[in-house]
């Protein structure tokens, strides 16, 4: 009965897709097959998913990818009934995560000229365009480079849209034995799988960690350590929990001691563990982060580009962001950002050349852990309009063209690979740390900054509004805007 009943639903399918949405009225079948769907189905804590696996197997469903050491399963399935028919022993909770996946941040790029990315300045480092790279001097990149540049055995996971491997600042950065696509959820490692499709996101944030000195375009903050592409951003732009789940584990278990995570995972940008459709996504995260952490790893963070109190939150109305937008009143501090609000990870806001915070950069006392460079191209003119090179530059991939170059992009995603760096300078300089103390060294041996006096904003002539971008500051020596201060690359290895 079962049998033939699965024969039905693939066949109702098959038509289904060739007519669009045709079958319809009282002859569709009752139970009519859907759309292939991603689910995340949990065993319970600690327990195998042996039981779990055949319950989906017996629920219409497809296992595509197991993890194992967190009690988690990927898996596919037509059938509309699945999550209901897959719930029961050895199963603690299921949830889809269709409409679950959250668009990257993409960020504008602006490109600098090949020519200028080629003419040497004579600059301490040697790198020509070096003198654009305002951010290094800010955390005291060239003295970390007279002391080191890090070490090859420290590789860092960039969690993103891939990296472009034909980079000239980055081909010779990358751990290729190490880069994996987990679109999907599912590993991927060949070249072609883990290089940039739709988005060069992954490859500026890699730039900034890493690229190489070498006479060419820019210096990274650690260039003497690799990264490794863990390409989690689909064709179509979105970061589904699935992939970000095989990423975490992917870096754990091949040896990567940071991770670099510029974007959100799920559609809400704030992620209610005591909302039911979003409790098991919260929990396979969490458990994923909780295993990259226990193999040694420190997982950094974007705060986010919403000028959003983090540490006061009472309405979302942005989310979901591939959906019809809802407005869900009274969010608690349940409802948590992720990854940058989960435990151990290192939430990062961003600053501007000036040294205060950027005008979009989310903030939260008791959030933000600590500050870097992200760029805020909009301070000079109050707002009116946009100086790009105020932003960071970096390495960069033109998705038309195919052609690597450099340019420049703001946002917390450009903050988070500076202290992604700097931490792997530490690394590099102390490589015995563990996580938490290497947290930990990173805030103590941070700059701290003061909160700026009454409401912030320097951006009052910016097109959505004159107090669109108020943001106000709370606590001491550590404070909502900045954290624990802006990261210093030299302090992290003198
Ligand atoms: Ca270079
Ligand atoms: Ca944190």
Avoid at 211 to 216: D, H, L, T
Avoid at 224 to 230: E, M
Avoid at 298 to 314: C, E, F, M, Q, R
Wanted: proline share 6%.
């Amino acid at each position: 009965m079962n049998n033939l009943r699965r024969k039905t639903l693939a066949a109702a399918s098959a038509v289904t897709l060739g007519a669009g949405l045709a079958v319809t009225g009282g002859l569709a079948p009752a139970a009519a097959a859907g759309p292939e769907t991603s689910y995340l189905v949990l065993a319970p804590q600690g327990a195998t998913t042996g039981k779990a696996a055949a319950r989906v197997a017996a629920a219409d469903g497809t296992v595509v990818a197991a993890y194992d050491q967190i009690g988690v399963l990927v898996a596919r399935s037509t059938n509309p009934d699945f999550a209901a028919r897959v719930a029961g022993a050895g199963v603690e909770s299921v949830a889809s995560t269709a409409g679950l996946g959250t668009a990257l941040d993409e960020g504008e790029t602006v490109e600098v000229s090949a020519a200028q990315a080629a003419d040497a300045t004579g600059d301490p480092t040697k790198e020509p365009l070096y003198g654009q790279q305002w951010d290094m001097d800010m955390i005291h990149v060239p003295q970390a480079h007279a002391v080191t540049t890090g070490r090859p055995d420290v590789v860092v996971g960039v969690l993103d849209s891939g990296i472009s491997s034909t980079h000239p600042d980055l081909a010779t950065q990358i751990a290729k034995d190490k880069s994996t696509s987990c679109v999907g959820g599912v590993t991927d490692t060949t070249e072609a799988a883990w290089n940039p499709t739709n988005s060069d996101h992954g490859t500026h944030v890699a730039g900034t960690i890493a690229a190489a000195i070498n006479g060419v375009g820019v210096t990274g903050v650690a260039p003497g350590v690799k990264v490794a592409a863990v390409k989690v951003v689909n064709d179509d732009g979105y970061i589904f929990p699935e992939a970000a789940v095989c990423g975490f584990l992917w870096a754990a278990d091949h040896g990567m001691r940071l991770t670099n995570n510029s974007y959100y995972i799920d559609p809400w940008e704030l992620n209610c563990r005591n909302d039911a459709r979003q409790r098991p996504v919260w929990q396979a995260v969490q458990r994923a982060i909780r295993y990259s952490q226990s193999k040694g790893v420190l997982n950094v963070a974007s705060a986010g580009n919403s000028n959003y109190d983090l540490a006061h939150k009472i309405t979302d109305t942005g989310s979901p962001n591939n959906g019809t937008p809802e407005e869900r009143e009274n969010l608690t501090n349940a409802c948590l950002d992720l990854p940058a609000e989960a435990p151990g990870v290192v939430t990062v806001a961003a600053v501007g050349p000036t040294g205060a915070k950027s005008y979009y950069s989310s903030y939260g006392q008791g959030v933000i852990d600590v500050t870097a460079p992200g760029g805020d191209t909009r301070f000079r003119t109050q707002g009116a309009r946009s100086t790009s090179t105020d932003g960071i530059l970096s390495t960069t991939f033109n998705t038309v063209t195919r052609t690597n170059g450099w340019g420049y992009k703001q946002g917390t995603s450009m903050s988070g690979p500076h202290a992604t760096g700097v931490a792997a300078l530490a690394l590099s300089a102390h490589p015995g740390m563990t996580p938490g103390q290497l947290s930990s060294f990173l805030e103590r041996t941070a700059t701290a900054k003061p909160c700026p006096a009454g409401v912030y904003n320097p951006v009052p002539l910016i097109p959505t509004g004159p107090n669109a971008y108020d943001a106000t500051c709370s606590g001491g020596a550590r404070n909502g805007f900045y954290g624990a201060g802006v990261v210093d690359a030299y302090t992290v290895v003198k």
